[in-house]
């Protein structure tokens, strides 16, 4: 069975930091590229960034630059999402996606909260 399942959501202060992670199985998860996307309240699903499959490439919205990084580690079959400098304009439900040709797998995503 597939499944991609993020944590590590939460309510931070702004200017914090928060890691999200997200957990694969059922899948070859080295053998796919793994985004991360956000929904606000109101608006629609937006990408976050992206790292390829052995994690040599990486990109990033310019909303987030600088901020947030994505990471991975293929043998534990694990994503990840470092966010620094936090803003409320950041406050969402993450999602992680795991994608390759004719395949695509989302998470239930997770929620962040920035507020103080």
């Known amino acids: 069975q597939v499944q991609l399942v993020e944590s590590g959501g939460g309510l931070v202060q702004p200017g914090g930091s928060l890691r999200l992670s997200c957990a694969a199985s059922?899948?070859?998860?080295?053998?796919?590229?793994m985004s991360w996307y956000r929904q606000a309240p109101g608006k629609e699903r937006e990408l976050v960034g992206y790292i390829s499959n052995d994690g040599g490439e990486t990109d990033y919205v310019d909303a987030v630059k600088g901020r947030f990084t994505i990471s991975r580690d293929n043998a534990k079959n694990t994503g990840y999402l470092q966010m620094n400098s936090l803003k409320p304009e950041d406050t969402a439900v993450y999602y992680c996606?795991?994608?390759?040709?004719?395949?695509?797998?989302w998470g239930q995503g997770t929620q962040v909260t920035v507020s103080s």
């Open positions: 996606n795991a994608y390759r040709t004719l395949r695509n797998y």
């Open positions: 059922g899948f070859t998860f080295s053998a796919y590229g």
